[in-house]
């Protein structure tokens, strides 16, 4: 039976956020908030990247995968599996269709 005096074993929360800053496609930056590792790895499921990358020039480069590795400043993008050389231009598709017809 519990006294009203018990304490109950309540598990540890964070009660702020971390914002990332992420440079959107339009050259943008966007500021989305993430209450703990969770959010970071649902965020990454549903744009199915690999991690976070900072803007940088050095080989190889870090893929941020974990919230606390998160810098306060820094601007990010997101990091998927592709070459950046494979990625889809609609401009060449349309342009191939042209040629065909």
């Given at each position: 039976?519990?006294?009203?005096?018990?304490?109950?074993?309540?598990?540890?929360?964070?009660?702020?956020?971390?914002?990332?800053?992420?440079e959107?496609?339009?050259?943008?930056?966007?500021?989305?908030?993430?209450?703990?590792?969770a959010?970071?790895?649902?965020?990454?499921?549903?744009?199915?990247?690999?991690?976070?990358?900072?803007d940088?020039?050095?080989?190889?480069?870090?893929?941020?995968?974990?919230?606390?590795?998160?810098?306060?400043?820094?601007?990010?993008?997101?990091?998927?599996?592709?070459?950046?050389?494979?990625?889809?231009d609609?401009?060449?598709?349309?342009?191939?269709?042209?040629?065909?017809?």
């Amino acid at each position: 039976m519990f006294s009203r005096f018990s304490t109950l074993a309540r598990p540890a929360q964070r009660f702020f956020s971390t914002g990332v800053k992420l440079e959107l496609k339009s050259g943008r930056i966007g500021l989305i908030k993430l209450q703990d590792q969770a959010d970071l790895d649902k965020m990454l499921t549903r744009s199915s990247s690999l991690g976070l990358v900072a803007d940088a020039e050095e080989d190889p480069i870090d893929i941020i995968t974990s919230l606390g590795d998160l810098q306060k400043d820094t601007v990010y993008h997101l990091a998927f599996g592709f070459d950046e050389q494979d990625v889809f231009d609609e401009e060449d598709f349309e342009e191939g269709e042209e040629k065909e017809q």
